[in-house]
């Protein structure tokens, strides 16, 4: 007979997280492994890199390694991560949630695979559809069909913003009894509070990159690749009236070498700063006028939540979630492409401080009351407490 305390661990539920990379667990979802661990939990996670992950290492009570990359053509690596999936889910987690499209499904087939009775309850959070509006027709097929095919399969399908929780109702890729609207994964409102952040780290960030105190300053936090389109911030910047203004960029990738390329054909290298990967973006964006994201497809950026956390108001594309975020008064919205209405924002800023200073304050105010991580921890709390319910009305 099982002693008390054995009985106690084996009534508490377990938790089995994937993502395709380690960086989507590390980025976001740390916060969620610590909550429901202090809760009892048991709580693992699974993706590509995430072994190799000191700070996921220590987070979760188990890390298990899949072949898993981002690319919808690596076939071999979604066979070979499904079965892998498939042995780990012998540990009988009690729900599984699975982020970003390629783990989502390759997650959903493996459990599919299970028997009825054993097989956990099934989450997806999708971090904006990879079909969207403006996409390539053969892609957003390739796409919408997945998620339709494992939509039949997944208990609850969180979206994370407007456009895509019409999407999945009109595409009918769950019933509407399994579809969630939840705002973002939620942002850390007290370390992103400006009044959290050391003076000395920003007036560093402005001392490395050669920037004097009395030049505006635009920061750009994003990867470097064609979907984020920084060389149009760059552009932006080049014909912007404003001359003295600097843009410092947080983030590395494929595009490196064009953008390089490009503020030396602009004629604006020296007011072009490339900082590279950086662990701590704070010190940079609350030193900036404005956080710059002038990217084709978001699904909620959490680099502008941080942004607004921080009092700094943003300047965003029309990419989905953007306007969500800001509102209508925590920032500026252009049109995605259109360099010259990036730029007359960012010269409005400038010209402008205390119109940038009240958006910041009320970006702040938006973030604390309805993205904090608090308010999704609790919100994920209710979403996995009706899930354990349903799950124990099963037939054995």
């Known amino acids: 007979m099982a002693s008390t305390s054995e009985q106690d661990l084996q009534a508490k539920p377990s938790l089995l997280i994937v993502a395709t990379i380690a960086h989507t667990i590390r980025g976001f979802l740390l916060p969620y492994a610590a909550h429901f661990r202090a809760q009892g939990w048991r709580v693992d996670a699974a993706a590509n890199g995430a072994t190799a992950d000191a700070a996921i290492r220590e987070a979760f009570d188990h890390v298990h390694e899949l072949p898993l990359s981002r690319s919808i053509l690596d076939i071999r690596g979604m066979l070979r991560a499904e079965r892998e999936l498939s042995a780990v889910l012998e540990t009988a987690p009690d729900i599984i949630h699975a982020h970003t499209p390629i783990a989502g499904f390759v997650t959903r087939v493996a459990a599919r695979r299970m028997p009825a009775a054993?097989?956990?309850?099934?989450?997806?959070?999708?971090?904006?559809?990879?079909?969207?509006?403006?996409?390539?027709?053969?892609?957003?097929?390739?796409?919408?069909?997945?998620?339709?095919?494992?939509?039949?399969?997944?208990?609850?399908?969180?979206v994370i913003n407007d456009e895509d929780e019409a999407a999945a109702i009109r595409a009918r890729i769950v019933p509407r009894r399994h579809l969630v609207h939840m705002p973002g994964i939620g942002v850390d409102t007290e370390r992103y509070a400006r009044a959290n952040v050391d003076p000395g780290t920003i007036a560093g960030v402005r001392d490395d990159?050669?920037?004097?105190?009395?030049?505006?300053?635009?920061?750009?936090?994003?990867?470097?690749?064609?979907?984020?389109?920084?060389?149009?911030?760059?552009?932006?910047?080049?014909?912007?009236?404003?001359?003295?203004?600097?843009?410092?960029?947080?983030?590395?990738?494929?595009?490196?070498?064009?953008?390089?390329?490009?503020?030396?054909?602009?004629?604006?290298?020296?007011?072009?700063?490339?900082?590279?990967?950086?662990?701590?973006?704070?010190?940079?964006?609350?030193?900036?006028?404005?956080?710059?994201?002038?990217?084709?497809?978001?699904?909620?950026?959490?680099s502008v939540m941080e942004?607004?956390?921080?009092?700094?108001?943003?300047?965003?594309?029309?990419?989905?979630?953007?306007?969500?975020?800001?509102?209508?008064?925590?920032?500026?919205?252009?049109?995605?492409?259109?360099?010259?209405?990036?730029?007359?924002?960012?010269?409005?800023?400038i010209d402008n401080p205390d119109e940038g200073a009240a958006m910041g304050t009320r970006g702040r105010?938006?973030?604390?009351?309805?993205?904090?991580?608090?308010?999704?921890?609790?919100?994920?709390?209710?979403?996995?407490?009706?899930?354990?319910?349903?799950?124990?009305?099963?037939?054995?």
């Open 118 to 158: 054993s097989r956990p309850a099934v989450v997806y959070t999708a971090h904006g559809f990879h079909f969207h509006s403006g996409g390539n027709p053969l892609t957003n097929a390739v796409f919408l069909t997945a998620e339709r095919t494992a939509g039949r399969w997944t208990d609850r399908l969180v």
């Open 209 to 302: 990159a050669g920037v004097s105190a009395q030049d505006p300053l635009f920061a750009v936090v994003a990867e470097h690749a064609p979907r984020k389109r920084v060389g149009d911030v760059i552009s932006a910047l080049a014909s912007m009236r404003n001359r003295g203004a600097h843009l410092v960029l947080a983030g590395d990738g494929p595009e490196r070498g064009r953008l390089d390329a490009l503020a030396e054909e602009l004629g604006v290298v020296d007011r072009v700063h490339f900082l590279g990967a950086v662990a701590d973006v704070r010190p940079l964006v609350t030193t900036a006028v404005a956080l710059v994201l002038a990217s084709d497809r978001e699904g909620l950026a959490r």
């Open 307 to 349: 942004a607004l956390a921080l009092g700094v108001p943003a300047i965003v594309s029309t990419a989905r979630g953007n306007a969500e975020l800001i509102g209508t008064d925590s920032g500026i919205v252009v049109p995605i492409g259109d360099v010259h209405a990036l730029a007359a924002a960012m010269d409005r800023l």
């Open 365 to 396: 105010v938006r973030m604390v009351e309805h993205y904090d991580i608090a308010h999704l921890i609790a919100l994920h709390e209710t979403l996995y407490g009706e899930l354990l319910e349903e799950h124990s009305r099963r037939p054995a």
